[in-house]
């Protein structure tokens, strides 16, 4: 495969990141490309550095385990006579070549907040906004590389079972779900606030 991160300019890949939910899984992708992506992302800023992001990569059988858990999580929540608008979605993901799980090592967290006491209040604030950054940056890393991406947030309905079924630390906190693949549709339009509503110069 063709390396296009690097025929893409940082604005083409930020303006060019859209949400793709419907992707799939041809042609494969080697687990291996698909880590130096991961580890071009780790490269993303955390409040201290203190690096609290954990990434588990699920791929194959397990990307597709995930997502009929995920499926037979919500069939008896969502009702029936809309629950095939809902699968259709998750097909859609499982369709594709990977899914990035995305954690907070609160262990990591408390241990900030003891090294730092006079900031401990704000650790676990900071904690998410690293993990937006940190899913922001594989985000846009797949999509210059050419992938469909999305990000869900199936939690905290899966945790259980996705910790026991993939051995993940208690402590891990599962933040959010990003199924990536090739595209299998075009986004619609994006709208905008105005620009003076948001950005103010002084």
Do not use: C
């Amino acid at each position: 495969m063709a390396n296009q991160m690097e025929n893409r300019t940082l604005a083409e890949a930020i303006q060019g990141r859209r949400s793709i939910r419907n992707v799939t899984n041809s042609p494969k992708v080697e687990k291996e490309r698909i880590d130096e992506i991961v580890t071009l992302a780790l490269h993303a800023p955390s409040a201290f550095n203190m690096q609290s992001g954990r990434l588990v990569v699920l791929m194959d059988e397990s990307h597709e385990q995930l997502w009929d858990l995920v499926k037979e999580t919500l069939r008896p929540i969502v009702p029936a006579d809309s629950f095939g608008a809902t699968e259709a979605r998750l097909q859609g993901f499982r369709n594709g070549l990977g899914t990035v799980l995305f954690f907070e090592d609160q262990a990591t967290v408390e241990t900030m907040k003891e090294k730092a006491p006079s900031y401990k209040e704000h650790f676990h604030n900071w904690s998410q906004q690293g993990s937006g950054m940190l899913q922001y940056a594989l985000w846009l890393a797949l999509s210059a590389e050419g992938f469909g991406v999305s990000l869900q947030h199936y939690n905290p309905l899966i945790d259980n079972q996705v910790k026991e079924k993939w051995g993940i630390p208690q402590q891990w906190t599962l933040i959010g779900q990003m199924p990536f693949g090739w595209p299998a549709e075009q986004p619609g339009e994006r709208s905008f606030l105005p620009h003076d509503e948001v950005v103010k110069f002084y």
